[in-house]
């Protein structure tokens, strides 16, 4: 852990919260003691999701999923298992 003096990381803050971004946890000193330690939040998204929101192929506004209003129709005399298999096909 890089420890950086407050008055370095008020001039470079921008630098220094990308940093702890990528995983990166730092020490905020004042006149040369620790006062403050800067970590990333934990995510709680599994990985595979929070790639896709970074490279921009998934949006999330933080709420819970709405849904889909249109539902395909069912075919009459196959059970759901039936036709998931021939789907899978």
Request: hydrophobic share 35%; proline share 6%.
């Amino acid at each position: 852990m890089e420890q950086i003096g407050i008055r370095k990381m008020k001039a470079s803050m921008s630098q220094y919260i990308k940093r702890v971004k990528e995983g990166e946890t730092l020490i905020i000193t004042v006149r040369g003691r620790p006062v403050a330690r800067l970590v990333p939040i934990e995510n709680k998204l599994p990985s595979g999701i929070t790639t896709m929101l970074d490279k921009g192929l998934a949006s999330w506004a933080g709420g819970k999923p709405l849904g889909t209003k249109q539902y395909l129709p069912v075919k009459k005399g196959f059970s759901i298992a039936q036709i998931v298999e021939e789907d899978r096909r």
